[in-house]
Antibody, heavy 121, light 113 residues
Framework: QVQLVQSGAEVKKPGASVKISCKAS????????IHWVRQAPGQGLEWVGM????????TYAQSFQGRVTLTRDTSTSTVYLDLNSLRSEDTAVYYC??????????????WGQGTMVTVSS | DIVMTQSPDSLAVSLGERATINCKSS????????????LAWYQQKPGQPPNLLIY???TRESGVPDRFSGSGSGTDFTLTISSLQAEDVAVYYC?????????FGPGTKVEIK
């Protein structure tokens, strides 16, 4: 079945970096954009950015520009989110989600289980 | 950026009764060339990722019960649960995927009265 499986929880100190993964299976990896969405404890959903798995091109939300990098490995059907200069406000569950078929604009039909990132001294 | 607002913030509905959630976008999410509204609705239960219910404003995702329906166009949208069931207790989010940054509404919490 189609699924996205994310890496496990992370605990980091302020100023550090974190890299989390999202492995896709059950479909052709390069057919759909992958998005990242985060959710701080008790809060709503915030879009972080997206990657085109075919070309590797990325688009980021302005609030994350310069701190976030999305990459992909087509040989393992895995997308990575790298976030640096972590601060306490980055404490959140980070979700990957599968977007549109061959298009950057599409609803998020499939979601990963989420990765909790805790930033604490 | 397109700002999404939802009303109410929360609502309590009796089992079997109708629940209605409204969503408004700060600009139109209707794409003229294909006449599609780039608007989705998600349900999120505690400790779980969001689950897609409706996309293109009114297309029900496969496997979603038909008591869930979406309507609206342009800037004003509605999610209706025609007969609330116990398992529908959750937070519901609207989402525009018309333009980046893609944005979500703040959520509406649905509870049983």
């Amino acid at each position: 079945q189609v699924q996205l499986v994310q890496s496990g929880a992370e605990v980091k100190k302020p100023g550090a970096s974190v890299k989390i993964s999202c492995k896709a299976s059950g479909y052709t990896f390069t057919n759909n954009y992958i998005h990242w969405v985060r959710q701080a404890p008790g809060q709503g959903l915030e879009w972080v950015g997206m990657i085109n798995p075919t070309t590797g091109s990325t688009t980021y939300a302005q609030s994350f520009q310069g701190r976030v990098t999305l990459t992909r490995d087509t040989s393992t059907s895995t997308v990575y989110l790298d976030l640096n200069s972590l601060r306490s406000e980055d404490t959140a569950v980070y979700y990957c989600a599968r977007g549109g078929l061959g298009a950057s604009r599409g609803a998020f039909h499939i979601w990963g289980q989420g990765t909790m990132v805790t930033v604490s001294s | 950026d397109i700002v999404m607002t939802q009303s109410p913030d929360s609502l309590a509905v009796s089992l079997g009764e109708r629940a209605t959630i409204n969503c408004k976008s700060s600009q139109s999410v209707l794409y003229d060339s294909n006449n599609k509204n780039y608007l989705a609705w998600y349900q999120q239960k505690p400790g779980q990722p969001p689950n897609l219910l409706i996309y293109w404003a009114s297309t029900r995702e496969s496997g979603v019960p038909d008591r869930f329906s979406g309507s609206g166009s342009g800037t004003d949208f509605t999610l209706t649960i025609s007969s609330l069931q116990a398992e529908d207790v959750a937070v519901y989010y609207c989402h525009q995927y018309y333009s980046t940054p893609f944005t979500f509404g703040p959520g509406t919490k649905v509870e049983i009265k």
